[in-house]
Nanobody
Framework: QVQLVESGGGLVQAGGSLRLSCAASGRTFSSYDMGWFRQAPGKEREFVATIAWNEGRTYYADSVKGRFTISRDNAKNTVYLQMNSLKSDDTGVYYC????????????????WGQGTQVTVSS
């Protein structure tokens, strides 16, 4: 069992930056692939980024490639999402998720989810 708690969301102007954190409980964090998703009002949850358990493979949605960076610190049981050059389209609730298998853009690949943190980008 893994519990995930996101933090770092807030209100930022377009062009600004935010760094989201997701703290995980449990001793097996380092064995999970991790992902970030987001959901805007009235829209479905969408994939943002994923990182492999060994801090190796990363994969990004085209909409955030070159602006967002996913990373993790297994010693701290934490995964991060550095978001730069934010746009109003990036507004939404951001969720982190843990996968017992291989992380992918498909939400059903993930077994555990956090409660989310709100990111609002003002134009």
């Amino acid at each position: 069992q893994v519990q995930l708690v996101e933090s770092g969301g807030g209100l930022v102007q377009a062009g600004g930056s935010l760094r989201l954190s997701c703290a995980a409980s449990g001793r097996t964090f380092s064995s999970y692939d991790m992902g970030w998703f987001r959901q805007a009002p009235g829209k479905e949850r969408e994939f943002v980024a994923t990182i492999a358990w060994n801090e190796g493979r990363t994969y990004y949605a085209d909409s955030v490639k070159g602006r967002f960076t996913i990373s993790r610190d297994n010693a701290k049981n934490t995964v991060y999402l550095q978001m730069n050059s934010l746009k109003s389209d990036d507004t939404g609730v951001y969720y982190c998720a843990a996968s017992l298998g291989v992380g992918s853009p498909r939400p059903e690949s993930y077994n555990y989810w956090g409660q989310g943190t709100q990111v609002t980008v003002s134009s």
